[in-house]
T-cell receptor
Framework: QKEVEQNSGPLSVPEGAIASLNCTYS??????FFWYRQYSGKSPELIMF????GDKEDGRFTAQLNKASQYVSLLIRDSQPSDSATYLC?????????????FGKGTKLSVIP | NAGVMQNPRHLVRRRGQEARLRCSPM?????VYWYRQLPEEGLKFMVY????????ESGMPKERFSAEFPKEGPSILRIQQVVRGDSAAYFC??????????????FGEGSWLTVV
């Protein structure tokens, strides 16, 4: 079974610190990797996507992908209380439609003012 | 600024009743996907539909669940004879193209089903 694993947390960081969220996936053929943010009772909101090994930066967010280790991470710099949410890692597995995202259970992030 | 619209947002059903969840895709989108999020679980793909067609229902439970996307009107996810295990958040998503990936799929705010 193709799985995406995340530490459920909660991960607590002080305001202004770097939050590091990690995700591993079992399907070595996975092609696309996504990070979604989900506030309680709300829809998942896309934060970042990454397709190639290495780092991708967008504002305060950096996604890192290491396909050899089957590992993807999200760094949030200068964390703000408004970043407090559950972060979902999602993967498009091999052999599935590109719309068939496989999600982890999410990591709950709490940014302490 | 209409995103993906889902209703009802919250629905309570007794065991054995039917639940109908509706989804109107974003303007200009003709591809609809349903995902389910069980408590303490990740979102799981259920079904992918275009107008009047089910394209991929590989994630749908074999019994009691059905989905449609008629020529006119919203997509409907129907759960017959609900059981407590059906209690979950049901998210609809839409995209312009069926080859769209996670970066072009837009989620609605979900319908929370509680079975009592």
């Amino acid at each position: 079974q193709k799985e995406v694993e995340q530490n459920s947390g909660p991960l607590s960081v002080p305001e202004g610190a770097i939050a590091s969220l990690n995700c591993t996936y079992s399907d070595r053929g996975s092609q696309s990797f996504f990070w979604y943010r989900q506030y309680s009772g709300k829809s998942p909101e896309l934060i970042m996507f990454i397709y190639s090994n290495g780092d991708k930066e967008d504002g305060r967010f950096t996604a890192q992908l290491n396909k050899a280790s089957q590992y993807v991470s999200l760094l949030i710099r200068d964390s703000q209380p408004s970043d407090s949410a559950t972060y979902l890692c999602a993967v498009t597995p091999s052999g599935a439609g590109s719309y068939q995202l496989t999600f982890g259970k999410g990591t709950k992030l709490s940014v302490i003012p | 600024n209409a995103g993906v619209m889902q209703n009802p947002r919250h629905l309570v059903r007794r065991r054995g009743q039917e639940a109908r969840l509706r989804c109107s895709p974003m303007k200009g989108h003709s591809h609809v996907y349903w995902y389910r999020q069980l408590p303490e679980e990740g979102l799981k793909f259920m079904v992918y539909l275009q107008k009047e067609n089910i394209i991929d229902e590989s994630g749908m439970p074999k019994e009691r669940f059905s989905a449609e996307f008629p020529k006119e009107g919203p997509s409907i996810l129907r759960i017959q004879q609900v059981v407590r295990g059906d209690s979950a958040a049901y998210f609809c998503a839409s995209s312009q193209s069926g080859t769209d990936s996670g970066n072009t799929i837009y989620f609605g705010e979900g319908s929370w089903l509680t079975v009592v």
